[in-house]
């Protein structure tokens, strides 16, 4: 049975920074491209960042951009997203999703598996 599970969601300050992880169970990341998405109320949920199964590149939405990375690491078995500099406007429930057929996984719809999120607050 396929599972994602995030973790390393909770309360920051502006300027501040968290890690968030995204650990597997029943598939290998490593051969999947896995994708980190978030939702504020009454938004759509938005793409973040993605890492490929293809070389392993990386892809940014404009708006985190030099603050994001997202990261693997195969032993752990384990997706990662280093959040720095973060803005109330990162405010949101973060998602990592993953799918073994897509390249840079911009598109939340394409994505076969879903953890159940982790919610990042960031006050002013």
């Known amino acids: 049975q396929v599972q994602l599970v995030e973790s390393g969601g909770g309360l920051v300050q502006a300027g501040g920074s968290l890690r968030l992880s995204c650990a597997a169970s029943?598939?290998?990341?490593?051969?999947?491209?896995v994708g980190w998405f978030r939702q504020a109320p009454g938004k759509e949920r938005e793409f973040v960042a993605s890492?490929?199964?293809?070389?392993?590149?990386?892809y940014y939405a404009d708006s985190v951009k030099g603050r994001l990375t997202i990261s693997r690491d195969n032993g752990m078995n384990t997706v990662y997203l280093q959040m720095n500099s973060l803005k109330p406007e990162d405010t949101a429930v973060y998602y990592c999703?993953?799918?073994?057929?897509?390249?840079?996984?911009?598109?939340?719809?394409?994505?076969?598996?879903w953890g159940q999120g982790t919610q990042v607050t960031v006050s002013a």
């Open positions: 999703a993953a799918d073994r057929n897509l390249v840079s996984g911009r598109s939340a719809i394409d994505y076969d598996y």
């Open positions: 890492v490929s199964r293809i070389n392993g590149n990386t």
């Open positions: 029943g598939l290998t990341l490593r051969t999947y491209t």
